[in-house]
């Protein structure tokens, strides 16, 4: 059942609707939280603009989607090889094996 879900960051109120679990939610929020707060004091150059700072977390947020769905799909590539490498092996030891007790 979806719920609404209100927070702040960087001095704004935030809403949406979710069916999301809570602690997933909350997981989520503190990862903004936590990339605008980087994002906001990685300058020394005094303050960055809101908007700037949103910017920044989101293409680091993209970032790291990227990977991990370019290591997924490594993984599936690396697992179908493993698999039919296994079927193989399956299969000639079930044929050497009907060699055996045809004998």
Known sequence: ???LVRFELIGHEFAFYTGA????VNEIIQMVTDLI????SST??????VGKIAVLASLN????YVEL???FED????TGVRLD????????ELEREKDRSGR
């Open 1 to 3: 059942m979806e719920r």
């Open 21 to 24: 679990p809570e602690e997933e």
């Open 37 to 40: 707060q980087e994002n906001s």
């Open 44 to 49: 020394a150059s005094g303050s960055i603009p």
């Open 61 to 64: 947020i993209a970032s790291r």
């Open 69 to 71: 769905k370019r290591k």
């Open 75 to 78: 993984y599936k590539q690396d």
């Open 85 to 92: 490498k296994l079927g193989q092996q399956i299969n000639r």
